[in-house]
């Protein structure tokens, strides 16, 4: 079943009738939202529900988190990434979220939408419309207010008067993990548990921040300071009364942090999303707040449950964060956090473009993927503030973005950052290459040559080799993509001719050198890119790059299909896609599979030619497409279903094609990588 279920790092406790309730409304509800304040359990809930229910959607159950935005515009390319749904079309996001719910029986689970809450409302209600199998949960401090909504208010949990109710539950639970040494079972930790839950007014958030302080606390002086400080808060207009335990919690927290984990907590807030320790350190050291420091306070944060760990990562709930923020503009310090993150993450980018070219490369793609909300806000922030930056920053998002299938947001970015009041020179360049090859992967061939033709006015003007190749890169794509082969071949050799004895070039050298590669094969020049192929390989390999080679592999593996050695075509594809994968590379990873269908198919694995097809097409179908593939595939796919389906049966093909079509894509991906390495 497909899902993309965040992973929960501590047991889900009560709610049985909860639970139940929302499993029930989802039967007779197409929009369910559960309401309530922050920390209350909303999204603990809805995934729990998510989990237990996704047995019924035949075509998946997808988790979108929000909580990482803080504006509408970015919203409908979000929901798409979220549900790998990256779309290569110049169509807007809606429209191709419409199609791909088409006839699908599906959960989408909205978290945190009240940061973009008219948004919400608007997507909702027009894929709920556009698609009838399409059931609808979402978590939000307000109502979405979608025709036929049903609301269910979700209360803190339980407190019985004999102390045994579900927030007693979770208190116990986290303390055996927080302070495993610590009883719980004499009558007065009992008495003082159900005192310090009672006090918390059984708000989970409020439970396991108190809970983190039986590190340095006793149990009765916790119970004492949260009535102290409860009894303190009497401005009930400032604070509702049904926030009050949860900021009691959250402030006393706070107050019982060391100066360098509470200025560390503040400056943390200034992310969008999971954070390395290495980022910590460049962007939140300054002043008492050493670089040294960051990696020990940031432990002491998790274990006072401040911060989350996953993974190398550490994440903050959006409470906690809002919290973190006001104490950040109290600090007078959210501006000059603005400006060091936007800088820090423009280095970032720029050092992963540095390090493309080179064994790094994959593990850049992850990193710049793993700070795609970071990235973004960065981007937004220099926008406003410095086009200069933003344009160059911009532009070095094209060798990552749009591999990565970030389309729509590769083009609202580059268009912005070029839209701003910039200089003539490479940057801008750049910034027209990166939006050239994100129209020309996106279909938008009219308005990708016009923009190729720009940059080609503005690498001219340059005058270095590196902007000539980065022109003649888009150019070339444009062309080929658009079935003019020649035109292809001619912009992107005269650019790798006349750069002459330059020294290497980089990324635009491999990439003009993958279309001359391409070119030479759809003009049927065979032997030239069979022996560029070889070559591009080879130079890949010096410098231990996989996106270049990874397309060396695919010329390899198309010319040994035409010339009948299947064999070969079956080690280069698999070769193929095995680099693409480890890019996340959905475009690559889907004519990867169309090249190891035709391999199955000629050497008569007819079913596991089926099976490659069902899983390349729901690939196809992610990027938008029911199957799009390079042209010269075209003429020879239908044969391979022919020889396919005659060695397996029509039937039998029919079951492996659908069975992987309608499956998890990963999975179905996972079951091909098995099969023999590549070489």
Known sequence: MVANLPVTTTSFVGRDSELDTVKTALTQHRAVTLTGGGGVGKSRLALRVAEQTRGRYADGVWWIDLSNLYDDRLFTATVCDAVDLLDHNPRAPVEALREWLTGQQVLLVFDCCERVLTSCQSLVSELLLAAPQLTVLATSRKPLGVQGEHRIEVAPLS??????????????????????????????????????????????????????RLRESTLTEIAERLGSRLDTLVDETAWPKRHRALRTAIGWSHELCSPLERLLWARLSVFRGPVEAADAQAVCAGGPLGAHDIPRLLERLVDQS???????????????????????????????????????????????EAGWLSGQQVAWYARISASHTDVRAALDHLIEADPDAALEMAGRTGLFWPCCGHLHESRDYLERALALDTPKGPSRTRALWALGITLTLQGDHRTALRVGEECADAARQDGTPQSALFAAHTLGLTHLMAGRPQAAYDVSDHALITRGTS????????????IRTFAHSALGRLAEAYEAAIGLRRLSLRYGEHWARSYAFHQLAFIDLLQGRAHDAERHARA??????????????ALALDLLTGANAVQGNGIGAARTSGTGNSFWRMLGHPNHGTPELSEVRDQWELQARKAAGDDAYDRAFHDALNGDAELGLALVLQGPPPS
């Open 159 to 212: 407190m019985d008067d004999g102390g045994s109710g579900d927030a007693v539950r979770l208190f116990r639970e986290r303390c055996a993990t927080a302070a495993p040494e610590v009883s719980l079972d004499s009558p007065g930790s009992a008495e003082a548990v159900s005192a310090i839950c009672r006090r918390l007014e059984g708000i989970p958030l409020a439970v396991e921040l108190a809970c983190a």
């Open 306 to 352: 401040v911060l989350q760990q996953v993974g190398t990562r550490y994440r903050m709930l959006d409470t906690l964060c809002e919290y973190g923020a006001m104490w950040l503009a109290e600090l007078g310090e959210e501006h000059a956090l603005a400006r060091l993150h936007a800088t820090h993450f423009a280095t970032v980018l720029a050092e992963a």
């Open 503 to 514: 020294p290497p070039s980089g990324a635009p050298q491999l990439c003009c050198m993958v």
């Open 576 to 589: 193929m896609l095995a680099s693409k994968h480890n890019l996340n590379d959905n475009l690559g990873i």
